[in-house]
């Protein structure tokens, strides 16, 4: 699932920025429920360690370096999303072979984690690309 993001101008996964003394664990599952009503649960198969760390610089007036930290969580596309029009122009649910990664309408890392999380989902043997 991915969310058109108003300040940042593309899509993007959800999430947030880090409090103070908070682990990012607890981050990533604060934000699902702040931004989208969504109660997060870490993907069974990929634990709730990271799965991939980018850098990036960020659109808009105020760009500054984006360290980000991304996890996989597993929900149900089934579930309410009740996302923060604050935050949020629309959100989606997209598979990982549907679109050119590549374009400036996407986080600007997405491709590389696509093809990092193909890659590893394509090493199990119950895999089959969407």
């Known amino acids: 699932m991915l969310v058109d993001h108003l300040k940042a101008n593309c899509w993007l996964l959800p999430g947030g920025h880090v409090d103070e003394d908070e682990d ?36 808009g007036h105020h760009s500054h370096v984006d360290m980000t930290l991304w996890f996989i969580l597993e929900a149900r596309r089934t579930d309410p999303v009740l996302p923060d029009p604050r935050e949020f122009r629309s959100v989606r649910w997209y598979g990982l072979t549907e679109v050119n990664w590549n374009s400036d309408v996407y986080d600007p890392q997405m491709h590389r984690f696509v093809a990092k999380l193909d890659a590893w989902l394509a090493r199990t043997a119950d895999y089959t690309p969407t």
Do not use: I, N
Not at 30 to 54: C, K, M, N
């Open 24 to 59: 990012p664990r607890h981050t990533v599952v604060r934000e699902a429920a702040e931004e989208l009503g969504v109660l997060a649960d870490f993907h069974s198969r990929f634990g709730d360690d990271p799965f991939f760390l980018s850098r990036t610089w960020t659109r």
